[in-house]
């Protein structure tokens, strides 16, 4: 037996604070209300939501971005011009409950958040199994357990694997529906595997995560925006999702110890934002940033080069849509590399979907650096930052981007090795951002064939309830750092001075 209450993690990835504040209001997520009642809640963010990816590596190991350097699934290789597919396995940054390895403790992790199976700890763990999977994320991690005979007991439990894919432009109304029914299936029978798989021990630590609600929240994000004109079958399709985790933690609490510590979380929501894809490219070059090279001076007689010249953009697009992904990613890389001239580039953009990189070509950093570092480096920021906060949506008439982030300043660092210089967040908008004014010149963008509604806001949601959480009612925001030391706290383990977050006072 436990000789302190055990610890719940239960991660809704992508859920969005304002969805859940609304539907536990309207008493759709009975369940996270009580744990609302009960405990105490709030939203979760700080120096850490910068993007999508990195955020629940941050938040499951404690490790600050700036150190583990994970931002995008396609990364810049340090010292390079080349790109990389990329995830949370290349950082090497294990998750907090790597610290209870030489704890009499036992865990039972069952798809955590960017975490891959640790050694030496006492317990179960599934890592890969009913994840989100972004169909641009390059190679698919295959599941694994440990010990690795627990996989055909996952596969006896949950049944064969149900895919559920974020994204095809293709789909009808009655496919959306079949994608829908698989949903929910998926999310029962996660909960099915959950309860079975944590009932055959006592343990100290049980953190598991659900996807759909990613997944589905991007897959249905249309329909909960039309359905304010029109309703259909699918309006409500992202709040049943929300409603069918709500009853599968309910289940699973049913069957553990009445004093448990519960943590339900996410670590960012979701948000009206269409790609962004072409805007900082055209900005960068638009103001002499990034220089391209001429025709006469590309590598004309090497293929990719000369197909680039002959064939029309559009047609690049619609052949490169039918190319198996790892071959899109070289073409991706290829263009990156060979078409700017890194003699002359100040700045450049890597490219991106949603949130937007710019990388200073920093002498001594980059290969053919040509920025000083020092007076010159932040100058050449600043004047880029000036830029950006010119840029005005004609739609709105109001400023196009919401953030701008000066990676070394913001961070109190160097400048990254790995990070970008500066990461630049868009306001959400219900239209594509076709066209941008600035006093000097206009920045545009043409539609690409990843023509996705939706992407995420910089906040997540945390409910805590349990023999430990004394604290009532609405917390302020909780940087997200803080949660993997105040997580330690409450299983009395001492915090490695690696985590350099404050721990949550719930008492």
Excluded at 50 to 79: C, D, I, N, W
Excluded at 225 to 235: D, F, P, R, S, V
Excluded at 325 to 351: C, G, H, M, Y
Aim: proline share 6%; aromatic share 10%; with cysteine.
């Amino acid at each position: 037996m436990t000789t302190h209450p055990p610890l719940i993690l239960i991660a809704i990835d992508g859920a969005d604070d304002r969805l859940i504040q609304t539907w536990v209001k309207e008493g759709y997520l009975p369940t996270i209300a009580a744990l609302m009642e009960r405990g105490c809640y709030g939203k979760v963010s700080g120096l850490e939501s910068l993007a999508e990816h990195g955020t629940s590596l941050s938040l499951v190991s404690g490790v600050s971005r700036a150190v583990h350097g994970y931002y995008y699934f396609r990364q810049l290789v340090p010292k390079t011009y080349q790109l990389s597919p990329y995830d949370f396995t290349d950082t090497k940054v294990l998750p907090f409950w790597t610290h209870l390895s030489k704890e009499d403790k036992k865990v039972a992790i069952i798809d955590a958040p960017d975490s891959a199976i640790v050694a030496n700890l006492k317990g179960i763990q599934v890592a890969d199994w009913a994840v989100h999977r972004d169909r641009l994320s390059g190679d698919v991690l295959l599941p694994c357990t440990n010990p690795p005979e627990l996989l055909e007991d996952v596969r006896q439990i949950f049944g064969k694997p149900i895919t559920i894919s974020e994204f095809d432009p293709q789909t009808s109304f009655a496919q959306d529906v079949i994608m829908y029914h698989r949903v929910l299936e998926r999310i029962e029978k996660k909960g099915k595997l959950c309860r079975e798989l944590c009932q055959r021990d006592d343990f100290d630590l049980i953190s598991i995560g659900f996807y759909e609600s990613h997944t589905g929240g991007h897959y249905f994000w249309k329909y909960l925006k039309a359905g304010q004109q029109q309703e259909n079958q699918l309006t409500n399709a992202i709040r049943d999702i929300y409603q069918a985790i709500d009853t599968q933690i309910k289940l699973f609490l049913q069957e553990l110890p009445q004093q448990a510590n519960v943590v339900i979380y996410s670590a960012f929501g979701m948000a009206d934002t269409y790609p962004t894809t072409g805007l900082i490219p055209d900005f960068c070059q638009k103001f002499g940033y990034q220089v391209l090279l001429t025709a006469s001076e590309e590598r004309s007689l090497k293929p990719l080069p000369l197909a680039r010249k002959l064939l029309p953009q559009s047609w690049r697009e619609a052949i490169s849509q039918r190319l198996p992904l790892s071959v899109q990613e070289r073409l991706v890389n290829d263009n990156f590399a060979n078409t700017t001239d890194w003699k002359k580039t100040r700045a450049f953009a890597i490219p991106s979907l949603y949130t937007s990189f710019i990388r200073v070509n920093l002498a001594g950093r980059e290969p053919q650096g040509i920025v000083q570092p020092g007076k010159d480096y932040d100058d050449l920021l600043t004047e880029i930052e000036t830029n950006l906060q010119q840029l005005i949506d004609p739609v709105t008439n109001k400023p196009a981007i919401k953030q701008i982030v000066k990676t070394a300043a913001w961070f109190n660092t160097e400048p990254p090795e790995h990070l970008p210089d500066i990461f630049v967040e868009w306001q959400p908008a219900q239209h594509f951002l076709a066209r941008l004014i600035h006093p000097q010149t206009e920045i545009t963008q043409a539609k690409s064939s990843y023509h996705r509604d939706s992407y995420h806001s910089q906040n997540g949601f945390m409910a805590v309830a349990g023999d430990a959480i004394e604290v009532r009612g609405e917390l302020e925001n909780v940087s997200i750092l803080d949660l993997a030391p105040t997580f330690l706290n409450l299983m009395k383990v001492e915090i490695p001075p690696e985590l350099t977050g404050n721990v949550v006072k719930f008492t």
